[in-house]
Each structure stands twice: as structure tokens, then as C-alpha cells.
């Protein structure tokens, strides 16, 4: 009867969290053996989490380095160090959207952030407005699998699973990824006869390496400094923090401080010295200070209105996760999850041929639900099978974010669809054209990833 209600509910039109919560409070009324109250219960201690609290400071942080200018320091960087070669603002696009998931943590933002400079670059360079959105889609779902990642907040949450387990598990995939979208790149500029958009140049080529070395050495020579050497950390990193800057401030870098953010974070986890929530903290303290006092493209009337959006975007996400907690419980309870369970492992006790159906059904939900909701629905269904198959959920986790991130590409409900059908002014028809020879790359990279697990695992088990 729950499913039954909740789908009548979905196909009035009625918004997946309306509908998740109503479908609760409707069933309760109509068997009588719970207290109506139970649903504002369950709302209130599903959001009540301190995991929980990293979703609104990962949106703000996300929000303060789009609003700081910082997307067009991340677009020069790439375009130096990839401009020049063959369909090279192509590459540019992949390169920043790698640069910047580290900071964004979801895919609508790189979307709707670089989107907006990439489209314009390249269609100025003479680029077909179907190119540039088709890899602008399919860059931006690297903004989820690349650390920090709001989808694994949620799943870390909703699974009981170490949210810096999963920021970890995302960093190898996140590069396998973005190096099969550059194959693919290179492939139209081969097929098409494109050249470099920028000439080589030494000078510029070697400063965007040494931004790239500087940003691996960082946290490479502290941690010698700290484990090698003896030095104490608290102190030998604010040390570290002073000479980036003044580095910075010498030879005027282009974007090694915005590039250090998922490196802090990252870095900051895994020695234990924030939690992943705390993190989410750090990355809005680091923003600040960059946007506010550094580079100073933040004014305070701007960082108030960030704050305002982000309050809204924390809303609704939040007021999904409530919803889906309430839901989640009355299906666990109902014994839907374990009906579900049993009729999957009737059919099949094969942990490649679940993972196979588990995939087909995520692409499917994924074209009609935003990620949060997805995540939320979805979780408590699977879990129990992934746990009985011994699926990793670190691992089955990546798999999932993967799945809905495609689905944002897709019609009816993909998001990610729409924004770049309004940055570039294309019906939503042409866009879904122009992105169909991307899921290429996106497909295959989930092929890899779904089976097998140790390019996925091998960072979370060297720290956790």
C-alpha cells in the first residue's frame, strides 16, 4: 500500500519529497497503528546527524569559490597547461572541471559555474556549441566523484559508512575518468582536423607545472617534515600555510591556492585532524580567506547573498533527506526492503549479476530523481542486499554516485540538462544530442569501476 500511494503520489506531478513524506503520513492514517506524530519524529532525527552538518558548508564553500572569481583562475591555469594541444579549450574544459570538484562537490555547480566561461571560450574559437556543451555535461560529473562530494555525504550517512573513506575512494576513478574524456577529446580534434587553440609556449607550460608540483610537493614535504624529521604538526603546517602564501604573493600564481583546497581537506582527514564535517568548515574558513582577504573579489553585500543561497540550496536538500528518512523507515518496517532483498537473492546470489541489475536500475531512477533523493530512496533498499552479497560499500557507494551523476545528463528530469541548455542557449532536444556521444567515455568509466573494485579500494585501505 506504501509503494502504491507513494507512486500515485509521483505520477500527480507532487515533488519526490512531498511525496515521500506524504505517502508516510497517509499510510499511517490509513492503517491506524501508529501515532500521526511518529513522521515529524522521524524527519526531525534523520537531519538530526552531525555528519549531517557537512552538507551546508560544503554548498557554501562550493558557492564562495564560485562567487570569488576563482572559476577564471582555474580556466587559465588549464588553458596554460593544455591550450595548446589539439582541440585544446576541450581539454581545458576536463582539466578545470577536475580542478574544480575539488572545491565544488557537485556537478550542477561546475556546470553552472565553468560552464559558463568554457561554452563561451569555445564557441568564440570557432567550437560547435553542441561540442562544447557535450563535454561541458559530461566534465561536470566529475564534480561529485572528485573529494569533497556532497552525494557521499548523503550515502556516507544514509549507509553508515566513513565519508572519508569515500572522498578517498573517488580520487583514482575521478582521474581515470577525466583521462578517458581527454581520449575522447582528442579523438574529435583527430576526427575533425582541430588544432591548438594557444600557441606552445615554454614559459607559460612550465609555470602551470610548477603550480602543479607545488601543489603535490606541499603536503608531500610536510608529512617528511613531520613523520621524517620529527617536527610538530600543528605547527609545522601553519609554517607551510605562511610560505604557500608568500610563495604565492612572489611568484604570483595563478591557481595554486584554490587547487590546495581538496589537498587540505584530504590531507586534514586522513592525519585525523578534522573530521569530514569539520572539513567542510575548514574549506569554507580557506574560501573566505581567500575570496575576502587574498584575492579580494568577495565583498561582504556578495558573501551575504551566498550565504542567502546557500540557506536555500541547504533547504531543500536537507528537507529531502527528512522525507527520506521517514520513508525509508516505514519501507524498512512495512517489509518492503526485506521483500525486495529476498526476491533479488532468489534470483540471483551472484554479487556481478546484482551489480549489473543495480546499475540498470540507478541509471533508470537517475533520469527521473536529483541525487539526494535517489540516495535516499535507494540506500535502504540495496543496502541490505550489497551487505548479504559482501559488495564493499565504500565501493557500491561509488558505484551509485556514478550511476545518478549520469542520470543528470539525461531527460526527463536531468538538471545538469537543463542549466546547460540555458548557459548555451540550445533547445534541451540539440543539448540531449550533443551529449549522447559523451556517455562513451561516462559508461565505460562505470564499467571499470563496477568491476573492479581495487582501483576504487586501494586509497581508502591505506588510511582506513
Known amino acids: ?11 500527480g506531478g507532487i515533488p519526490v519529497a512531498m511525496a515521500m513524506a506524504g505517502s508516510a503520513l497517509l499510510y499511517i492514517w490509513w492503517t491506524g497503528n501508529l501515532p500521526a506524530f511518529v513522521v515529524i ?9 552531525f555528519p549531517l552538518l557537512a552538507v551546508p558548508f560544503f554548498i557554501l564553500a562550493g558557492n ?33 572541471s577536475v580542478v574544480f570538484a575539488g572545491m565544488s562537490g557537485t556537478a550542477i555547480a561546475d556546470a553552472a559555474g565553468l560552464g559558463t566561461i568554457e561554452i563561451k571560450a569555445m564557441t568564440d574559437h570557432g567550437y560547435s556549441k553542441e561540442f562544447a ?18 552525494p557521499f555525504v548523503i550515502y556516507g550517512m544514509m549507509a553508515n559508512v566513513s565519508v572519508g573513506a569515500l572522498f578517498l575512494a573517488g580520487i583514482l576513478p575521478g582521474i581515470m575518468m577525466a583521462g578517458l574524456m581527454m581520449l575522447t577529446v582528442a579523438y574529435f580534434a583527430h576526427k575533425n582536423g582541430w588544432g591548438a587553440d594557444i600557441k606552445f609556449e615554454w614559459p607559460r607550460v612550465i609555470k602551470a607545472l610548477v603550480e602543479t608540483l607545488v601543489v603535490a610537493g606541499w603536503p608531500l614535504v610536510l608529512w617528511l ?4 624529521a620529527g617536527f610538530q604538526p600543528q605547527i609545522t603546517v601553519f609554517a607551510g600555510v605562511l610560505v604557500l602564501f608568500a610563495a604565492d604573493k612572489f611568484f604570483k600564481f595563478q591557481a595554486v591556492l584554490p587547487i590546495m583546497t581538496p589537498v587540505l581537506l584530504i590531507g586534514g582527514m586522513t592525519t585525523g585532524i578534522f573530521t569530514p564535517t569539520e ?28 550565504c542567502l543561497d546557500t540557506v536555500e ?32 537473492l532468489g534470483f540471483t546470489k551472484e554479487p556481478w549479476v546484482f551489480l549489473l541489475l543495480a546499475n540498470a536500475l540507478m541509471l533508470f531512477v537517475g533520469c527521473f530523481l536529483e541525487p539526494t533523493a535517489a540516495i535516499t530512496i535507494l540506500v535502504p533498499i ?51 544530442m550533443a551529449i549522447l556521444p559523451w556517455l562513451v567515455p561516462l559508461l565505460g568509466s562505470l564499467a571499470i569501476i563496477t568491476y573492479f573494485p581495487k582501483l576504487v579500494l586501494w586509497l581508502p585501505k591505506m588510511f582506513y
Not at 556543451?133 to 556532497?150: D, E, K, R
Not at 617534515?225 to 621524517?228: D, E, F, S
Not at 556514478?402 to 546547460?420: E, Q, R, S, W
Request: proline fraction near 4%.
Open 1 to 11: 500500500m506504501l509503494k502504491i500511494i507513494f507512486l500515485v503520489l509521483m505520477s
Open 41 to 49: 519524529h522521524r524527519m526531525v532525527s534523520g537531519i538530526d546527524s
Open 64 to 96: 564562495l569559490m564560485n562567487n570569488a572569481g576563482i572559476t577564471n583562475r582555474i580556466y587559465n591555469y588549464a588553458l596554460a597547461l593544455v591550450g595548446w594541444m589539439k582541440g585544446g579549450l576541450g581539454h581545458v574544459n576536463v582539466v578545470g
Open 133 to 150: 556543451v557535450g563535454v561541458t555535461a559530461a566534465s561536470a560529473t566529475l564534480g561529485p566523484i572528485i573529494p569533497p562530494s556532497l
Open 225 to 228: 617534515l613531520i613523520t621524517k
Open 279 to 306: 572539513g567542510a568548515i575548514a574549506a569554507c574558513l580557506w574560501a573566505m580567506v581567500l575570496g575576502l582577504a587574498w584575492y579580494r573579489t568577495l565583498n561582504w553585500k556578495m558573501f551575504v547573498k551566498v
Open 313 to 344: 540550496t541547504t533547504a531543500t536538500v536537507l528537507f529531502i533527506v527528512a522525507a527520506a528518512s521517514i520513508f525509508g523507515w516505514m519501507l524498512t518496517a512495512t517489509g518492503v526492503t526485506a521483500a525486495i532483498s529476498q526476491w533479488v
Open 382 to 432: 540495496l543496502m541490505p542486499i550489497v551487505q548479504q552479497l559482501g559488495i564493499d560499500p565504500v565501493h557500491f557507494g561509488l558505484v551509485m554516485v556514478l550511476n545518478l551523476m549520469i542520470g543528470l545528463l539525461h531527460p526527463p528530469m536531468g538538471m545538469v540538462l537543463f542549466v546547460l541548455a540555458r548557459v548555451a542557449k540550445l533547445s534541451v532536444e540539440r543539448t540531449t
